[in-house]
């Protein structure tokens, strides 16, 4: 790992018991919480709903299936010095609403040497919270992720010990139900061996809400293009370059209700327009860093953005047979701020 220049994004590394890592988490970020997230119209929209029958459910099925991750929002609660319901609820937030403020565009690049490419974006008064954690989380594999602050690891990008690269984002579905939060789907790939586990496990789970999550293996030229909600899971293996914003483009689900912002609209119809172009496929960055169309553009640094939203960070995860090398940049035009791999155990 290394720091190749200043930035507002910090690196932390955690290690110990899922309560532990919850309360590390909850210590970094809890000065960002307090400041700014608690005082939002999200927050207070989300707490309305905090003792709903249905945030009700989902905690008692992430108390049964995923214990480890109850206990890891149990010590983010203590690190955030907040009531457990109500950092419960937080993270059920997209599951509950279609309001959730988190954007995000991702490149999904198959092939020889497939790539996943991805823009964070998310409200931009949480960028002082934010963070790349390294996370050893007892009974669970390692990986890196960024993080916001409040928030469980695994709705943003990653890479976890085996060589897997998630990219993660929000769907604003408004079928939801009961089921587990997506938000802990998300973070029970992070301790896959492989895509197709995952796959497995996103498939046969109850689902609160929707998401869509892109896989990438070392080893593998496949690029998966996962979209969920609460009653269908379709799963694309690309074999050519594609582009995804925040809504459901898939066959099988884009007819489900959900909201369209102007600017995932925006943002998708650009991407797809550069790779039809014959445009810089192979080169991510020239997509994510787009700004082409001012008003709604790719990269996202307007401070009256229509989603409240900004990007905050870049990833490129480049997959070799042996290796995931992943790239992280805090601004446009820069160089990394980040540069850390992970290589594929293989069997004797």
Known sequence: MS???????????IEGSPFQVGLALGRHGGECVHRHLVKTHGWASVMAFAQHERIAAARALVEARFPRYFEELEGLASGLDLPFDEVFAWNCRGDIRAIAPDGCTTVLLPGERPMLAHNEDGDPGLRPGCAVARIASAGGRGFSAFVYPGSLPGHTFALNDAGLAMTVNNIRSRQTGVGLPRMVLGRAVLDCGTAGEALEMLASSPRAG??????AQSGERGVASVEFT???CSVRQLDRAAVHANHLIHEGTRDECQRITASSRSRQERGEEILLSGGPAFDPLAILWDRQRTALPIYREQ???PDGENTLATAVFRVDMDKIACEIYDRANAAPLFRFEERRLLAD
């Open 3 to 13: 720091i190749e220049n200043p930035s507002r994004l910090s690196l932390i590394e």
């Open 210 to 215: 929707a998401f869509h999550i892109s896989l």
């Open 230 to 232: 609460h009653s269908a």
């Open 303 to 305: 401070p009256d953005d």
